[in-house]
């Protein structure tokens, strides 16, 4: 996302991750032989390798680029790609990697970023993983991909239990961060709490001068913040502007923490700083979180979006939004944790809430729910318990027992693959009484059967009622086979001893 890199110096400090690659300046242009000439005068100082053909297969990012053309296999630093067709079809390509197309204007910048990237250059590492919580998959049953299917720069892939997010292709849109339900994956610069903590400072700042509620509007820092110097006095003393690398690294937690700090409306303003980026997740992300609040009374503005880069849009926008309540500006700091600081946001302003309800429901794509069991069907056989990634459904220890803890679940739908009796369904909703949210709930329950020749509990009532029923008629579980299902693992092996004794 990020079309610059900086180029590291002997005395630069790096508080931070960074991500490094290193460029010596070969070049690889691919285009027709009319292209061709007229782009090489401007590339001198590079290594350059033409082709008149599109490559048969292309990967990699800037200092590393892999490249299988019909005669050879390259490895090159930087690609200038003319076709009218890009080879690489990225939604957001990597760094090192340019296709003008037909623009005049990209061709030209590209033409003058070319020859500066000869060198050391690095950039952050964006994000933080936290597989623990990873909600993509168990026991090879798919779970969540949302992140996967977010990510423009193509940087994330599945690798079974996990996913992986390659830092050289990562352009830290965000988009993986806003849309994770559990919060394992997460925006690393700024990381939750500081964004959050820094926009509760300039409120309380903004509140000992002034009593109206102030309109919240995020923006990138490199065009938008231009635009906002450029407004001057134009922009109206009740507007706070909210700078952020990426408007994408910023989602529910801190919208709700803004209007729980007392913040009127907030508006994501996209000034096309990125025109390779759709930002419709970020935009889902709006439209979820104004869900729940109108779910709750509040008016159906206070979380919006406006694609422009025109000021006198901003000020009509800003004009337009209504603001019919009034919240009492909350008091709680911030904390790097998405989920616990959605719950504390929406918790506060659920307390003012105009119609609060006990419990909200909310649409199919949500990360907060409970499940239903068909208990009779269910036999506790626990394979929810065993791919569930983050706890919210247990077994009983001892006792043959499902249980659940509403808080921890983001309805990721594993437990609902993994049910072989298909009696698990997803209920998306927002229970707002948290004791009774973080409580261990008891789903399903059935008495034990005991061992028919030591009486020692072993298995449910039911799973052993199933499984005699399904084989019953089959050859294999005929007279005392059948007996022998109805026994713990230690009689059952003593008794097929005691039968083929007997043979």
């Known amino acids: ?52 053909q599109a490559p048969q297969a292309i990967s990699g990012w800037l200092g590393a680029f892999n490249v299988e053309l019909d005669t050879q296999s390259l490895t090159v630093d930087l690609v200038l790609d003319l076709q009218q067709q890009p080879s690489m079809t990225n939604q957001v390509l990597p760094l090192g990697y340019f296709a003008p197309k037909s623009n005049a204007q990209a061709l030209a910048e590209a033409l003058q970023q070319l020859p500066d990237l000869i060198g050391t250059f690095d950039k952050p590492r964006y994000f933080n993983y936290k597989s623990s919580i990873c909600a993509h998959s168990r026991r090879q049953l798919q779970g969540c991909s949302q992140c996967i299917d977010a990510c423009p720069a193509d940087a994330i892939i599945s690798l079974g239990e996990q996913v992986s997010v390659n ?37 309380q700042t903004y509140f ?27 922009l109206a003393n009740t507007v706070i502007a909210f700078s952020i690398e990426e408007i994408g690294a910023l989602g529910m937690p801190f919208w709700l923490s803004a209007l729980a700090y007392g913040v009127a409306n907030v508006t994501v303003w996209n000034t096309g700083s990125h025109t390779d980026h759709d930002w419709i997740e970020l935009q889902q992300e709006i439209d979820k979180t104004n869900e729940m609040l109108i779910g709750i009374g509040y008016s159906d503005n206070k979380v919006n979006w406006l694609d422009s880069n025109n000021i006198t849009e901003l000020r009509s926008h800003l004009k337009a939004l209504t603001n019919s309540e009034l919240i009492k500006p909350a008091v709680f700091a911030g904390i790097d944790d998405k989920r616990r600081m959605i719950r504390i946001a929406f918790n506060d302003l659920y307390q003012q809430a105009p119609s609060p ?79 009774q949210a973080r409580k261990i709930r008891l789903l399903h329950e059935e008495p034990i059967f005991n061992c028919i020749s030591c009486n020692k509990g072993f298995a449910t009532q039911k799973m052993i009622d199933t499984m005699t029923d399904k084989l019953k008629g089959h050859s294999m579980f005929q007279g005392d086979a059948l007996q022998r299902l109805k026994m713990c693992e230690d009689c059952r092996v003593k008794a097929m001893f005691k039968d083929k004794g007997s043979l």
Not at 169 to 177: E, H, R, T, V
Not at 400 to 425: H, K, R, S, Y
């Open 1 to 52: 996302m990020h079309s610059a890199v900086q180029q590291i110096g002997e005395q630069d400090i790096m508080p931070i991750d960074l991500v490094e690659f290193t460029s010596t300046g070969r070049l690889l242009v691919i285009g027709d032989d009319e292209q061709l000439t007229s782009v090489f005068p401007h590339l001198k100082d590079l290594e350059v390798t033409t082709s008149s």
């Open 167 to 203: 830092p050289s292709l990562c352009q830290g849109c965000g988009s993986c961060a806003t849309v994770c339900p559990s919060g394992a994956m997460a925006y690393a610069l700024p990381s939750l709490d500081v964004s959050v903590n820094r926009i509760r400072t300039m409120l």
């Open 208 to 234: 000992e001068l002034e009593t109206r509620s102030p309109q919240l509007v995020i923006h990138d820092l490199e065009n938008g913040q231009q635009l906002i110097d450029l407004m001057g006095e134009q």
């Open 357 to 435: 309800i006990d419990v909200l429901p909310l649409s199919e794509n949500a990360a907060f729910g409970e499940i239903n069991v068909d208990t009779k069907g269910c036999t506790l056989c626990h394979s929810c318990v065993s791919v569930c990634p983050v706890g919210a459904v247990l077994d009983g220890g001892d006792q043959p027992q499902l249980n659940f803890i509403e808080d921890l679940c983001v309805q990721c739908g594993l437990c609902e693959t993994a049910c072989p009796e298909n009696v698990i369904t997803l209920v998306p909703q927002y229970l707002f009484d948290q004791q």
